[in-house]
């Protein structure tokens, strides 16, 4: 048997509020400490909320596409042309304008919700706007960008109130649409989904002009579809974070390889009353229709030729966006 160690003439953990040692403490003569290795961390006082601030909001430019066809159905009607030069008196109180059903015909769509019904009605209108085939968007050579805010929420909200039944499980995602969209018209290129208001479909722009600049693609089309009608209670229980009428809004837009500069800034912050006062005076004219406003905006642009320059601005739920869109030569 090993000897036992004598016992430590002091314990091993000592009482709290005992004396405390005599000596101070007091610098020391000798090398300094040495540098931390440049792969070790090092905490360093009030960096880390630096670090987190958000960096410059403006990205480079890219070269700005080209718009081949736009399509667009709303609460007033087909084409830019159904837009009032006043919501407010257009609606004649009335606090949404809805689209109803589109009359499809075919088995495959007898139990299509009417998200996905105008999503495929509104690409038909691109089509006669651009005068092509279905054949022109087919294949892998196009991008298709989907954005919308509120488009998923009455599959939603029909799956969890039991009235919707299990077959509308899969249209309670958002990627349902384009998904219906790809399947109808053959589209196999790259895809996205934005969710979110405006801005959601200015980077939704934003992102279609980069795969186009780096020729991921031939054609992008982004694609944006806002319906109101099944959660109109909720929309009335929220006034504030909405603008009266509510127009239901479906849109196309066709981009090809163009010349220019597409210029996007965005961030947390609003930008300024000019900002701000331009999406409210377009939001006073089409009501509001979420993520539709800029694509709705484009086609006004190309209605009236007002110049070459296009500044679209958008603001959702504190969030702001700003593109520029210049037109080049060519």
């Not at 042309?81 to 589109?102: C, F, K, Q």
């Not at 991008?143 to 109130?161: G, H, K, M, W």
């Not at 053959?186 to 795969?211: D, E, K, M």
């Not at 701000?276 to 509001?288: K, P, T, Y």
Request: glycine share 12%; charged share 25%; with cysteine.
């Amino acid at each position: 048997m090993s000897a036992r160690l004598p016992p430590r003439p002091d314990p091993p953990h000592p009482q709290s509020g005992g004396a405390r040692p005599g000596l101070r403490p007091r610098f020391r003569a000798g090398p300094a400490t040495g540098a931390v290795a440049p792969h070790q961390p090092q905490h360093l006082a009030r960096l880390r909320r630096a670090e987190r601030r958000a960096g410059p909001r403006g990205r480079p430019p890219v070269n700005a596409p080209s718009v081949r066809a736009l399509g667009l159905i709303s609460g007033w009607g087909d084409g830019v042309e159904a837009i009032p030069a006043d919501a407010t008196s257009a609606a004649a109180g009335r606090p949404l304008l809805s689209l109803g059903r589109p009359p499809v015909e075919g088995e495959r769509f007898r139990r299509a919700t009417r998200e996905c019904l105008w999503a495929l009605a509104v690409v038909e209108r691109m089509l006669e706007d651009g005068r092509a085939e279905r054949e022109a968007i087919a294949g892998e050579g196009t991008a298709l960008l989907f954005v919308t805010a509120a488009a998923y929420a009455a599959s939603n909200r029909a799956f969890i109130e039991g009235s919707g039944g299990g077959t509308h499980f899969a249209y309670t995602a958002p990627a349902v649409v384009p998904a219906e969209v790809a399947i109808e018209f053959g589209v196999r290129g790259p895809s996205a989904i934005f969710i979110g208001g405006p801005p959601a479909t200015l980077r939704a722009i934003w992102h279609a002009a980069t795969l186009l600049d780096r020729r991921v693609c031939d054609r992008a089309i982004v694609l944006a579809v806002e319906t109101f009608e099944e959660c109109a209670d909720l929309y009335a229980r929220g006034p504030r974070w909405t603008v009266r009428p509510l127009v239901e809004t479906a849109a196309a837009l066709w981009l090809e390889r163009g010349h220019g500069t597409l210029a996007l800034d965005g961030g947390r912050v609003a930008r300024g009353r000019g900002t701000a006062g331009r999406a409210s005076r377009l939001r006073e004219r089409l009501g509001d229709t979420f993520a539709c406003e800029p694509l709705a905006a484009v086609g006004l642009w190309r209605r009236e030729a007002a110049a070459d320059t296009l500044v679209l601005d958008g603001a959702w739920q504190g969030e702001t966006a700003h593109l520029m869109w210049q037109k080049g030569a060519g």
